[in-house]
């Protein structure tokens, strides 16, 4: 049982380039988000999809899209990658029940130069 | 305002003591849910507790409890017997709106608090 799996795990671009970030969870989750984070400011939301086909924006959704392509798979794209968007990025699925923790994959590391 | 405050410096702890790590909150919602996540130096977000807004008792995990005062809208994590592997960034966290249709699944976290526990 993988988890919560993210491609690539570092990631270097210039300026202007384009990526997709991976995400794909085997836990048969409904809900999938993704974060940032950055020194001393916390996880914050970027995207989530609270069930296959709905996506909606978090609280800093600029520069970034995403795709759930089926009930596994949520991606972030950066269209043109900007310095600001250095950072290490989360994706996240939440269990269904009472609890509602969210399970995260390994980061990827982004550098933008 | 923030929703979620984590204004504790570096902590520090002898190993086998008990430490307790503050987490305040904001929110006029009466559903929510409180969670703590530990960020080892490895990176990975690891869930380690959650409290609901109307659980009657205090969450325990093992070694982790959560200290929740609803009056003082606090949810400090508790970690006795402390051990090398505590040492981390801890996070805590708020899901508002647990019920309803408007349900909100979104966490919003604070900007975490880091623990170095001495040998």
């Known amino acids: 049982n993988a988890g919560v799996t993210q491609t690539p795990k570092f990631q270097v671009l210039k300026t202007g380039q384009s990526m997709t970030l991976q995400c794909a969870q085997d836990?048969?989750?409904?809900?999938m988000y993704w974060y940032r984070q950055d020194p001393g400011m916390g996880l914050r939301l970027i995207y989530y999809?609270?069930?296959?086909?709905?996506?909606d924006k978090g609280e800093v959704p600029n520069g970034y899209n995403v795709s759930r392509l089926n009930k596994r798979e949520f991606s972030l794209r950066l269209e043109s990658a900007a310095p600001s968007q250095t950072s290490v990025y989360f994706c996240?699925?939440?269990?269904?029940?009472?609890?509602?923790?969210?399970?995260f994959g390994p980061g990827t590391r982004l550098t933008v130069t | 305002a923030q929703k979620i405050t984590q204004t504790q410096p570096g902590m520090f702890v002898q190993e086998k003591e008990a430490v307790t790590l503050d987490c305040t909150y904001d929110?006029?919602?009466?559903?929510?849910?409180l969670f703590w996540y530990k960020q080892p130096s490895s990176g990975e977000m690891i869930f380690l507790i959650y409290q609901g807004s109307y659980d009657q008792q205090n969450a325990t995990e093992g070694r982790y409890s959560l200290n929740f005062q609803k009056a003082r809208k606090s949810a400090n994590l508790v970690i006795s017997a402390s051990q090398l592997g505590d040492s981390a960034m801890y996070f805590c966290a708020m899901r508002e709106g647990l019920r309803g249709a408007g349900a909100n699944s979104k966490l919003t976290f604070g900007k975490g608090i880091t623990l170095s526990v001495r040998p």
């Open positions: 996240a699925s939440r269990a269904r029940g009472t609890t509602y923790e969210q399970y």
């Open positions: 999809s609270a069930s296959e086909g709905t996506t």
């Open positions: 929110t006029s919602d009466p559903s929510y849910g």
């Open positions: 836990m048969n989750h409904n809900s």
